[in-house]
């Protein structure tokens, strides 16, 4: 009885496809990248088969692009690079895996995996952090105006001034302690190659200070 039931659910074609990773990203310059291991995962009480299908199938070899997966289990699927150009850089290709009942052809589910090629490692890298480091700084001009404006609009409500608040405190002494630390590169520092900053995260805290400095003195 319950079979019968779970059936007409199953042919809908909207079974949930679980599936690690969602994007693979493969590197020109690196060589370990070429590689890439997607896991597919069963979770259900029954066995699945799948078939993984691609947009550009003539790009990457699929190792094992169909099989079975057992019930409360996971499959490894391994999927090569084997066209890196520089004319294939940055184009978005698509993996469909499907899945069905080992009993039934008509696909139960599937997902959708995007692929990527990136001419290099190292300078997605620099991206990130310079991208990270922008966002820090915005962060931190913003908190400062917010407080700029907080306290002239404290100042206009109050007489006397009560002097600079906590915030304004605690950010000028972050914005210090910053300064203080080694930077990157300084190997006869003594401190903890962790806590050694690079220049552009000194001259936003330089900055930063800066504009700590005149609102405290116009408190």
Known sequence: MQ????????????????VFPTELIFYADDQASHKQVLTLYNPYEFALKFKVLCTAPSKYAVVD???AVKPQCCVDIVIRHRDVRACHYGVMDKFRLQVSEQSQRKALG?????ATLLPSAQEQQQQKQQDEEKRMKEQLVESVFFEQTSLQQVSESRSQSSGPSLLTVFLGA??????????????ESVVPVYLHLSV?????AAYVLGLLTMVILRT
């Open 174 to 187: 972050v914005c210090v302690a910053v300064l203080m630390l080694p930077t990157l590169g300084d190997l």
């Open 3 to 18: 079979q019968q039931k779970r059936h007409p659910e199953l042919v809908e074609g909207n079974l949930p496809v679980f």
């Open 65 to 67: 692009a169909t099989g």
């Open 110 to 114: 599937k997902k959708e995996v995007i």
């Open 200 to 204: 552009n995260k000194k001259l936003v």
